[in-house]
């Protein structure tokens, strides 16, 4: 089951709608299943399910780390601190559709087929939207993102942009950029990689970025560039194929929706560890309440009303996981 919990009203059972509760219930559950089976929430978020309004999301900075000594040399004593914090708040969603009653009467397969429909698609839709949107403001170096009218704080703990070039450390280290202008390649794919490898915590250590994903717009040009770095085992860039070293080694997220939430023209692509991800708290998406649908008879109409209600939320805790190049605004790498 997708997780829906369904709650039937008095009177729906024994009203001309009874017998058709049950097959719109399955119905509803079974595109909720295929509908997350294919969602890229999954992909680019670490998701958790939550009882709280809202939760905060944080880290430690590292230790010094541990010290050479003679013979019953005194043990050093070490330190750390809490690091950067964020709070996610988990925002209310609602939607609902109406089968009438001589829709009913009739055996309107339209309606009751295709309103059901409609509202699973969008639940799940408004999801991955929303998602997109997030990253796709993220991308364009906002720390807020405007999505069905209402304002959504994107900004990380240390209160950046998810991608900048200048992020802090609580420490007081050396700020750090995780956002560049070279257009794909080869090339700025292996630079783009190292440089990650390189981020530092907020103590200065390297930490363990191992990026494993490559994110892109469904854009043509994008995409062929991408399969063509990656696609073969020998290099394409030599006239004696020499080894290609990115064979075999990434995962391709080819996002959709987030051609809509991009500057038109652009063609940005973006590096993420999905171990780091979830190690760091990155991407961050909380379920507080998976949706809920009533069915109810409408006093007034005599139609049968379908009303879901969710509560999710989604930002950015640390930035550390993910980097984005094709941005004009960014460092150069080559």
């Excluded at 017998?19 to 997350?36: M, N, V």
């Excluded at 304002?151 to 950046?160: E, G, L, N, T, V």
């Excluded at 981020?199 to 043509?220: A, C, K, R, W």
Aim: proline share 4%; with cysteine; charged share 25%.
């Amino acid at each position: 089951m997708a997780g829906i919990t369904f709650t039937f009203g008095s009177g729906v059972a024994d009203s001309v709608f009874g017998k058709r509760q049950a097959p719109i219930r399955s119905f509803l559950e079974k595109r909720g299943e295929a509908f997350e089976q294919a969602s890229l929430v999954k992909e680019l978020f670490n998701v958790y399910k939550t009882k709280n309004w809202g939760d905060k999301f944080g880290g430690m900075t590292g230790m010094d780390g541990f010290k050479p000594g003679g013979e019953n040399a005194a043990f050093p004593v070490d330190h750390m601190q809490e690091g950067y914090s964020k709070v996610i708040e988990y925002i209310e969603w609602r939607d609902s559709f109406s089968i009438s009653r001589k829709a009913a009467d009739d055996s309107n397969v339209i309606d009751l087929k295709k309103r059901p429909l409609g509202f699973i698609t969008g639940y799940y839709r408004t999801r991955e939207k929303f998602a997109a949107s997030t990253f796709g403001a993220a991308i364009g170096g906002k720390t807020s993102h405007n999505f069905g009218g209402m304002s959504f704080d994107i900004k990380c703990a240390d209160k950046k942009p998810l991608f900048a070039k200048d992020h802090p450390s609580i420490l007081g280290k050396k700020a750090q950029c995780n956002i560049f202008s070279d257009e794909f390649s080869e090339d700025a794919l292996g630079a783009l990689e190292t440089a990650m490898q390189n981020f530092m915590g907020d103590n200065g250590e390297i930490l363990d970025i191992s990026p494993d994903t490559i994110v892109i717009p469904n854009d043509y040009a994008l995409k062929k560039a991408v399969f063509a770095a990656i696609g073969s085992d020998k290099d394409p860039s030599t006239s004696n194929n020499g080894f290609n070293y990115h064979y075999g080694r990434w995962n391709i997220i080819v996002h959709p929706y987030l051609n809509q939430y991009i500057t038109a023209g652009s063609k940005p692509w973006m590096l993420f560890d999905s171990a780091a991800n979830k190690a760091y708290d990155g991407a961050v998406w909380g379920d507080r309440v998976t949706l809920e649908i009533d069915s109810r008879i409408d006093d007034g109409t005599k139609g049968n009303v379908w009303d879901g209600y969710a509560r999710f939320g989604a930002g950015f805790n640390d930035w550390r996981p993910f980097a984005v190049g094709g941005v004009a605004e960014g460092n150069a790498l080559l």
